[in-house]
């Protein structure tokens, strides 16, 4: 059974710019969740997407947006980047939801210049 | 707010010790919590997972225990081998106004000396 995928792995943007990133969980979750990891701060929640609906939402300004398609498949949004955006961003998929056991990614490395 | 706070912060043990790992939490009313592990460079791996209603959880040589009233969480290794060299990092679901949010601690890393 293939993991949890993330693309691009590296990423490198300018202050300003706006970037996607894609998660493509385990056949058959319904549920992707994504998280922020920076040294200061530590791992964060973003959201948590469930058959195509925003579930469950952390602290993060109107920047950070994220959606799911029909076929589970998630995307993370990140508009106008600020340096401190710069982070590992995993996600994570789930059967019955990100109350239960996740499987995460290996995440994408994201540099904002 | 939840706030999560694990100690210690690093920890280092000759092989073969048993490691304890604490985490406490400063605001009862959760859903679950969760213990996870993170190895250099990598995602993270789910060990193990206590509903509010449990007391403890079980998986190998991993046991972990929840005291919700006193807001406390201790996740215990036996034996500790090199491979359980890692970062291990608990968080807890809490209910919101009007929805659940993850909180996290900043993490144990632990080294296992051979």
């Known amino acids: 059974k293939a993991g949890v995928t993330q693309t691009p792995r590296y990423l490198i943007k300018t202050r300003g710019q706006q970037v996607t990133l894609s998660c493509s969980p385990i056949?058959?979750?319904?549920?992707v969740s994504w998280y922020q990891q920076t040294p200061g701060q530590g791992l964060q929640f973003l959201f948590e997407y469930f058959s195509e609906t925003q579930r469950n939402k952390g602290n993060f300004p109107g920047r950070f947006s994220g959606r799911q398609f029909s076929n589970s498949r998630s995307e993370m949004n990140v508009s106008t980047l600020e340096l401190g955006d710069s982070a590992l961003y995993l996600c994570?998929?789930?059967?019955?939801?990100?109350?239960?056991?996740?499987?995460f990614g290996p995440g994408t490395r994201l540099t904002v210049t | 707010k939840q706030e999560v706070t694990q100690i210690p912060a690093a920890l280092s043990v000759p092989e073969g010790e048993n490691l304890v790992l604490n985490c406490s939490f400063t605001d009862s009313a959760i859903y679950n919590l969760q213990w996870f592990r993170q190895d250099p460079g990598k995602g993270l791996t789910s060990l193990l997972l206590?509903?509010?209603?449990?007391r403890e959880q079980t998986s190998g040589r991993l046991n972990a225990s929840l005291d919700k009233s006193s807001g406390r969480s201790t996740l215990y290794i036996a034996a500790s081998q090199p491979g359980d060299s890692a970062t291990y990092l608990c968080a807890v679901w809490s209910r919101t106004l009007n929805d659940y949010k993850l909180s996290f601690g900043a993490g144990t890393t632990v080294t296992v000396r051979a």
């Open positions: 056949s058959g979750h319904r549920s």
């Open positions: 206590i509903q509010s209603s449990q």
């Open positions: 994570a998929s789930s059967l019955a939801g990100a109350f239960y056991e996740q499987y």
